[in-house]
Nanobody, 116 residues
Framework: QVQLVQSGGGLVQPGGSLRLSCAASGIDFSFYTMGWYRQAPGKQRELVASITSGAGNTNYGDSVKGRFAISRDNAKNTFELEMNSLKSEDTAVYYC?????????WGQGTQVTVSS
């Protein structure tokens, strides 16, 4: 059974930092491109960041470039999103995603709220 289990998130003040983690099981983790997406109320789900298998090439949404960093640990089957200089517009439910060929799996989602 494939599982992506998220942890982290919560409430933080503007300018603060948070870290999200996603632990995968039931898949050959090293094959998969891993990503973080988010969905704010009334908006479509959007890509935040992704990291490929192999070379670990990263890609970021324009709104988070320079503030967020994605990383993966193939030995532990985990990947993380480090979020810095958070803004109110970063408030959303964040989802982790694993993709390889035709297979796609999602985490359960975690709320990130940036507010004073």
């Amino acid at each position: 059974q494939v599982q992506l289990v998220q942890s982290g998130g919560g409430l933080v003040q503007p300018g603060g930092s948070l870290r999200l983690s996603c632990a995968a099981s039931g898949i050959d983790f090293s094959f998969y491109t891993m990503g973080w997406y988010r969905q704010a109320p009334g908006k479509q789900r959007e890509l935040v960041a992704s990291i490929t298998s192999g070379a670990g090439n990263t890609n970021y949404g324009d709104s988070v470039k320079g503030r967020f960093a994605i990383s993966r640990d193939n030995a532990k089957n985990t990947f993380e999103l480090e979020m810095n200089s958070l803004k109110s517009e970063d408030t959303a439910v964040y989802y982790c995603k694993a993709t390889w060929r035709v297979w796609t799996y999602w985490g359960q989602g975690t709320q990130v709220t940036v507010s004073s």
